[in-house]
Every structure is written in structure tokens, then in C-alpha cells.
């Protein structure tokens, strides 16, 4: 689970590189799918990656809009001010930890229950799923995305010597 989170947070650096090659308004383009644009999409990743987290260790729940963070810089220094909280909290994961539950109030009052397993796992191909979609833009904008290649990520803690 770790090295998946640890793909995860490689791949999205490797976006926001990617990123500082496009204008603003390239960045903020409307787009079919996602979140609706490149760096919406980066934020949601984002969000929901520090929200689910959050709610697992019993914390609030983030809140923010995306338009108080529309520029790469901003979204680039959020990711750096939550990256922290949940490289810990994924780092201290545990087998025990497989099957606590969450329960989760939805806005409309409704509570969901599920185990911080799914939860974990759920967050991580949240983030797959985005960079799909990004690498599709990318294509579509006749730019070479980012690989999603897990393998030559140097990931394998077993091979290194």
C-alpha cells in the first residue's frame, strides 16, 4: 500500500512539473471530464487524498474551494502543506488497521460505513483514475503525458542494493 502512495505522490510531481510547461490559461482551460480543468483536477487529487486521510484519523474534514487556489503555485503549496500529515500517516499503516471502520456523515445526513482498508485503497486509484484523465488532456493538447508506468520508478524497496 505504501509503494502505491509512494507512486502516487511521484506521478503527481512529475504532473506539476509537467504544468510549469503551460500558461495559466491552459491550466484553467475548461475540459470535458474530470474536475473540469488541469489544475481543478490537480486540486481535487489533493483534497480528497488530505479529506479522506483527515477523516480517518478522526480529524476535520478540508473544506476549501478551488478558487482560492487557482493558480499552480497555490496548488503546488498546498500539496506541500498536507503532504507531510499524510506521508506520516500513510508511513505508520499497519495490518491492525485493516478492518477499524469509519463511519461517515454524508451532507445529506446519511452515514456510510467502511473500513479504513477500503478507504486507503479507495484513495490511492482516486488518484490513478485523475491522472488518466490528465494524461487524455495532454494528448488531446498534442503533449506527451506523464508515463504511469510504475515499473522504472525505482519504487521496489527488495531490488535496491
Known amino acids: 500500500m505504501q509503494l502505491l502512495f509512494k507512486y502516487n505522490w511521484m506521478v503527481r510531481e512529475d504532473w ?3 504544468c510549469d510547461e503551460l500558461s495559466e490559461e491552459e491550466l484553467l482551460q475548461n475540459r470535458p471530464g474530470g474536475m473540469g480543468s488541469i ?3 490537480l ?8 479529506s479522506w486521510i483527515r477523516l480517518l ?31 506520516n500517516f500513510v508511513n505508520q499503516w499497519d495490518d491492525s488497521m485493516e478492518e477499524r471502520l469509519l463511519h461517515n456523515t454524508l451532507a445529506d445526513g446519511r452515514i456510510e460505513t467502511h473500513t479504513w ?6 484513495t490511492i486509484v482516486h488518484e490513478i483514475h485523475h491522472i488518466g484523465q490528465l494524461s487524455i488532456w495532454a494528448r488531446e493538447m498534442g503533449r506527451e503525458p506523464i508515463s504511469a508506468n510504475l515499473i ?7 531490488l535496491k542494493d
Do not use: C, P
Not at 152 to 158: E, F, I
Open 16 to 18: 506539476f512539473r509537467w
Open 117 to 122: 482498508g477500503e478507504v486507503i485503497r479507495h
Open 57 to 87: 484519523q478522526g480529524k476535520a474534514d478540508f473544506q476549501e474551494s478551488f478558487e482560492e487556489y487557482n493558480s499552480l503555485e497555490k496548488v503546488r503549496k498546498l500539496e506541500a502543506e498536507f503532504h507531510l500529515e499524510v506521508e
Open 43 to 50: 486540486f481535487h487529487i489533493i483534497d480528497v487524498e488530505w
Open 39 to 41: 489544475l481543478h483536477t
Open 152 to 158: 522504472r520508478r525505482g519504487l521496489s524497496s527488495s
